[in-house]
Nanobody, 131 residues
Framework: QVQLLGSGGGLVQAGDSRRLTCAASGLTDVKLALGWFREASGKERECVGAVSWNGDKTHYADSIKDRFAISRDDTKNTVYLSINNLQPEDTAVYYC????????????????????????WGHGTQRTVSS
């Protein structure tokens, strides 16, 4: 059973840069695309982005600015979300999610939809940005 554990949240000042981490366990020869989404209070779930099972392709939602970067380290079974120049509007609970990519498609649509259709997700981690 795959389990995801997000960490790295907390309170920061506007303009700071931070990285969230999501560690996966229970992996046994699986091809998983990994993604991040966020939920701000009173707002709908928002896709942040995702990385393909082999790390060759990264997708970011149109609403996400260039301040965000997703990467994965399969030697550590970990996916990262780095955010530069954090802003108060980045305040949200951030979740990591995983989806089996049986056909090794890694299409933009496949990666985007991890937010809404995933096999596993981790407990969210709160990121609060003060102005």
């Amino acid at each position: 059973q795959v389990q995801l554990l997000g960490s790295g949240g907390g309170l920061v000042q506007a303009g700071d840069s931070r990285r969230l981490t999501c560690a996966a366990s229970g992996l046994t020869d699986v091809k998983l695309a990994l993604g991040w989404f966020r939920e701000a209070s009173g707002k709908e779930r928002e896709c942040v982005g995702a990385v393909s099972w082999n790390g060759d392709k990264t997708h970011y939602a149109d609403s996400i600015k260039d301040r965000f970067a997703i990467s994965r380290d399969d030697t550590k079974n970990t996916v990262y979300l780095s955010i530069n120049n954090l802003q108060p509007e980045d305040t949200a609970v951030y979740y990591c999610a995983a989806r089996h990519d049986y056909n090794l498609l890694s299409s933009t649509l496949f990666l985007h939809n991890i937010t809404y259709s995933h096999n596993y997700w981790g407990h969210g981690t709160q990121r609060t940005v003060s102005s």
